[in-house]
């Protein structure tokens, strides 16, 4: 064996070891969660906002990544830490290519004001708790056949890549474990 073949068949020997090791024990930070690697598209959805205009995500899709968060209209958006958070961060966010849509239920008309105040559209499901509302498809709500009980919406957040898929439990999207820290992590 030559001088050139033996040094480099140490290399390769050292390089495999490394990756073997960093594979097997990955830094701090740095582990991957196999939940994360299960995607689908996102559901499509157009709904009216705070100004009674249409909007969705599907003007997105291909040119930026979308958060999509879910707030209980019972308290209105300024009852709930994550939106109050994306109203401080919006413009941040959208000098980084991130757009983001807040859902809620049919809120109540002296909580409707709060939403003027949010520079990013705020909308309603109107159907919300019906098999094709948008609260329903995207898992935050149960289905309700009672209309004398409301739907109840588990506030959620949800980020979408700019091919429009978002992470999923194999059904349906699943929410970022921690909202606060996926909103600060894209600024």
């Known amino acids: 064996m030559r001088k050139r073949e033996l040094i480099l068949l140490l290399l390769l020997t050292a390089v495999t070891c490394v990756t073997v090791w960093r594979v097997l024990d990955p830094p701090a930070g740095f582990a991957v969660d196999p939940a994360t690697l299960i995607t689908q598209d996102a559901p499509i959805f157009q709904l009216l906002d705070q100004n009674n205009r249409p909007a969705g995500i599907r003007g997105y899709l291909g040119r930026h990544r ?3 968060a879910f707030f209980n209209g019972a308290g209105g958006p300024d009852g709930d830490s ?5 109203r401080e961060v919006a413009a941040a966010l959208k000098a980084n290519g991130v757009r983001v849509l807040a859902i809620s239920t049919p809120l109540a008309p002296d909580v409707k004001a709060q939403c003027l105040s949010y520079p990013f559209p705020v909308l309603r499901d109107t159907i919300a708790g019906q098999p094709q509302s ?4 995207w898992g935050v709500c149960e289905e309700t056949t009672d209309p004398q009980r409301p739907p109840q919406l588990r506030p959620a957040l949800f980020l979408i890549d700019r091919r429009g898929l978002v992470n999923s439990d194999g059904i349906r999207p699943r929410a970022v474990d921690n909202p606060l ?4 992590s894209l600024l």
């Open 66 to 68: 979308i958060l999509v």
């Open 82 to 86: 994550v939106m109050l958070r994306l």
């Open 134 to 137: 948008t609260c329903v498809q």
């Open 181 to 184: 820290l996926t909103i600060n």
